[in-house]
């Protein structure tokens, strides 16, 4: 079963009211299988409590409804994403470390949709292009990341390099929406994905 807790960033201190931080941990890792399960528009918030082991009442003590429970999960999402992605973006020294740190990104995507699977429903429901999505503040970081790195590096692309990575990105994102972690054709897929991208960035960076 997937560890639904949090390895990167905090507990956002703007939760609505103070509360013990495992209560708190027990609701979103609720929320987070919930969403993962239903998408917003299916998850219920009793369901959300019976799995967290608090009273729906408890629940609408600390959120006023489903919307708000997403906004503070989003805050986490992206917190681990970039914990998870940030460094081993930094970490390229040469364009030649490029493939390989792309292999590794698709990974780290893939191992982050299994241990919190509510990232990508709610990344569906709410479009990317809205600055308020989760996928959208994820992919802005990833973009702005990436190309700083390349830069850099000194690496030059034919066009603007942030639509370059910003098509790697959502190709990457998409993929994983649409191979469920429990697909039996999963492995595969991650593996054609990675090649694919190193492929296409390896054409477009002249590599």
């Known amino acids: 079963m997937a560890d639904h807790r ?5 507990m956002n201190s703007s939760a609505p009211h103070a509360l013990e931080a495992p209560e708190l ?3 979103l890792a609720a929320a987070d299988i919930e969403f993962g399960a239903y998408g917003l528009a ?5 369901a959300i409590a019976e799995r967290a082991g ?13 919307e708000a429970i997403s906004a503070q999960l989003s805050n986490l999402y992206l917190a681990e994403a970039m914990d998870r992605f940030g460094p081993l973006i930094a970490e390229a020294t040469s364009v030649d470390d490029i493939p390989d740190i792309i292999r590794e990104l698709v990974r780290r995507g893939a191992a982050l949709q299994e241990r919190h699977p509510g990232y990508y429903a709610l990344g569906s429901v709410a479009f990317p292009a809205h600055e308020s999505s989760p996928a959208h503040m994820v992919r802005e970081a990833m973009v702005g990341a990436f190309a700083d790195a390349l830069d850099r ?7 603007d390099v942030r639509l370059v990575v910003d098509l790697a990105i959502e190709t990457t994102r998409n993929t994983l929406f649409t191979t469920p972690i429990d697909a039996p054709d999963r492995t595969e897929r991650m593996a054609e994905l990675e090649e694919m991208l190193v492929a296409y960035l390896s054409s477009r960076l002249g590599h």
Request: aromatic share 10%; charged share 20%.
């Open 153 to 159: 590096l000194g690496v030059r692309v034919d066009g």
């Open 6 to 10: 949090w390895s990167g960033g905090t």
């Open 54 to 66: 608090v009273t729906v009442a408890r629940i609408y003590e600390i959120f006023p409804d489903l």
């Open 42 to 46: 299916g998850a219920k918030i009793s």
């Open 25 to 27: 941990e027990g609701i």
